[in-house]
């Protein structure tokens, strides 16, 4: 399995920016995947997923503002992030799960680091003020 993200960049404030995952040897279509980032200095954050039946889960710090979808004809995953704030300014993952673990896990797991088998390389985000 393969994930391959795309789409970073450096931005200002308030300016939007799309982020592509494409996966490889993994079907995107209903599977558990998810987008994680990692500030300097901070832990790894979940922030949003999308499960079974297209079912999706946001952290606070991103809700309303992020929106996770996927193409299933182009096997890719995105990340459309509008109103970007310095804050937002990490390198960001892509991740997905085996199949059999997205069955099993809850909603309320989405976020968590456990439930991901795969993970990309990574790509920047940068967020000027």
């Known amino acids: 399995v393969q994930l391959v993200e795309s789409g970073g960049g450096s931005v200002h404030s308030g300016e939007s920016l799309r982020l592509s995952c494409t996966a490889s040897?993994?079907?995107?279509?209903?599977?558990?995947m998810g987008w994680f980032r990692q500030a300097p200095g901070k832990g790894r954050e979940g922030i949003t997923a999308?499960?079974?039946?297209?079912?999706?889960t946001y952290a606070e710090s991103v809700k309303g503002r992020f929106t996770i979808s996927r193409d299933n004809a182009k096997n890719t995953l995105y990340l459309q992030m509008d109103s970007l704030e310095p804050e937002d300014t990490a390198m960001y993952y892509c991740?997905?799960?085996?199949?059999?673990?997205?069955?099993?896990?809850?909603?309320?797991?989405?976020?968590?680091?456990?439930?991901?088998?795969?993970w990309g390389q990574g790509t920047q985000v940068t967020v000027s003020s």
């Open positions: 040897a993994y079907s995107v279509n209903d599977n558990c």
């Open positions: 991740a997905a799960s085996d199949s059999w673990k997205c069955a099993v896990y809850s909603r309320s797991s989405y976020l968590d680091a456990p439930l991901y088998n795969y």
């Open positions: 999308i499960g079974l039946d297209d079912i999706t």
